[in-house]
C-alpha cells in the first residue's frame, strides 16, 4: 500500500476508467482492454474491496464533442464524495484537454480523491503530486486558458511567478462550484 493511500480513502470506493479511442481500437486491440481491466488487480492490491468498471466510453473518442457518459459520470460520483480513488492505466485517458483534466485534479483535490495509474499513486493535496499531475495533462495551455479577464474559466488568465496560467488554478471555490451547478450541491464533507 502507498503512503498516500488513508483509511479514508480504502473506505470509499476505487472507480477504473477504461477507454479506448474508436470502434476499430476495440474490437482489433483487445490486449490494450485486457491490460486496462487488469488494473482492477492494482487497486485490491493497494487495498480497495469495491472497485466500479466504468467501460461505456469504449469506442468513444475523446477528441470532439462526442459525450462521454462514463466519465461524467465518473466526475459525478468524485464530486458526491463517494470515491477514494480514481484509476485509469494512464492518468491522461482520463480527459481529452487541459481543462477537463484540470477539472478533473481539483475536484479529486477538493474532496481529497486519489488518482491511481499503473505506476504512482497521485495524491493532489500535495504539491509534488499536482506538479507530476499539470506535466501529464493532455495538451498546452494555449488550448484552454482564457486571454480575457472574468471570462469564467477555471484558470488565472495571465503569467504569474509561478508559470504559465494553466499552471494555477482558482480556489477550491470554483471547483465545488462547478459541482454544485453541474451535479447539485456536493460541499466538500466526506462522511
Known amino acids: 500500500m502507498s503512503d498516500k493511500i488513508s483509511l479514508q480513502h480504502l473506505a470509499r470506493k476505487a472507480i477504473l476508467y477504461i477507454r479506448q479511442s474508436s470502434t476499430y ?39 470532439g464533442m462526442v459525450t462521454r457518459a462514463g466519465f461524467e459520470r465518473m466526475v459525478a460520483e468524485v464530486c458526491l464524495g463517494k470515491v477514494g480513488a480514481v484509476a485509469a492505466r494512464e492518468v491522461s485517458r482520463f480527459a481529452r484537454n487541459s481543462r477537463e483534466w484540470q477539472q478533473l485534479v481539483e475536484v479529486c483535490r477538493v474532496v481529497d480523491t486519489v488518482l491511481i495509474d499503473l505506476e504512482t499513486v497521485y ?22 486558458c482564457s486571454t480575457s479577464p472574468g471570462s469564467g474559466n477555471c484558470f488565472e488568465s495571465s ?26 450541491d456536493v460541499g466538500t464533507s466526506v462522511g
Request: some cysteine.
Open 159 to 184: 503569467w504569474t511567478t509561478d508559470g504559465p496560467c494553466c499552471s494555477r488554478p482558482r480556489a477550491a471555490s470554483l471547483a465545488e462550484h462547478r459541482c454544485a451547478s453541474r451535479y447539485g
Open 123 to 144: 495524491h493532489p493535496r500535495h504539491s509534488n503530486d499536482r506538479l507530476l499531475l499539470g506535466l501529464k495533462r493532455p495538451d498546452s495551455c494555449s488550448t484552454s
Open 25 to 63: 481500437q476495440v474490437s482489433h486491440n483487445v490486449e490494450s482492454q485486457r491490460l486496462q481491466y487488469a488494473m482492477q488487480d492494482r487497486l485490491h492490491h493497494l487495498g480497495w474491496q469495491e472497485i466500479e468498471v466504468v467501460d461505456e466510453d469504449l469506442g468513444r473518442s475523446a477528441a
